[in-house]
């Protein structure tokens, strides 16, 4: 669904524009007048562009999809846009849409970490973990040390039943933050799944000491 665009009497977006309508004004009052609210498409645009990428990186998700849908509707290759739209959809309870964004980005800029990144995360949190897996492993061989990046490749492996590849990624997550219970936890549950109840056992009582429930 569409949503209603932001207003076009936004002052803001006249203020943003204040140097382009100087540069219109003529010696006429009435051209001077008719030139104010006349602007430039490509001006428009980029206002609402940056606003609602702003809105987006500042969590205000609604608002960023009311000044990022339009725009995209009308046409556009613009990845950022598509990244913030997408990661605004997600956040908003359309993650199909917002997955189909993400997903044209990457196909763009396959090359784009950043795109990369949300992505897979995004695929995961989606439980596609099929689609997920490729996309984490190339974002963490470009980005080593993103510990998420890691816990959400094992998490990823071990839902398709690839235990001994979660581990070492959760081993890996776990060299960068040594004292996170879940993935201690993560890596027991890998462990008791492939019947290694004793290789299980320590990074269980670990789980347990670093989340207070005893040994």
Known sequence: MVRKSADWGDI???????????????????????????????????YYRDKGIAHAKAGRYETAVAALEPLWTEGTDDNQLALHLGIAYVKTGAAEQGLKLLEAAHRAAPDDVKIATVLGLTYVQARQHELAVPVLIK??????????????????????????????????????RPDEGKVHRAIAYCYEQMGQHDEALPYFKKANELDGSGV
């Open 139 to 176: 974002v963490a061989e470009a980005n080593p040390l993103n510990f998420n990046v890691r816990f959400r490749l094992g998490v990823a492996l071990d839902n398709l039943g690839r235990f001994a590849q979660a581990i070492d990624s959760f081993k890996i997550a776990l060299g960068l």
């Open 12 to 46: 803001g977006l006249y203020a943003h524009c204040g140097l382009s309508i100087v540069q219109r004004l003529g010696s006429n009052l009435v051209d001077a007048f008719r030139s104010t609210f006349s602007l430039d498409e490509d001006i428009r645009r980029t």
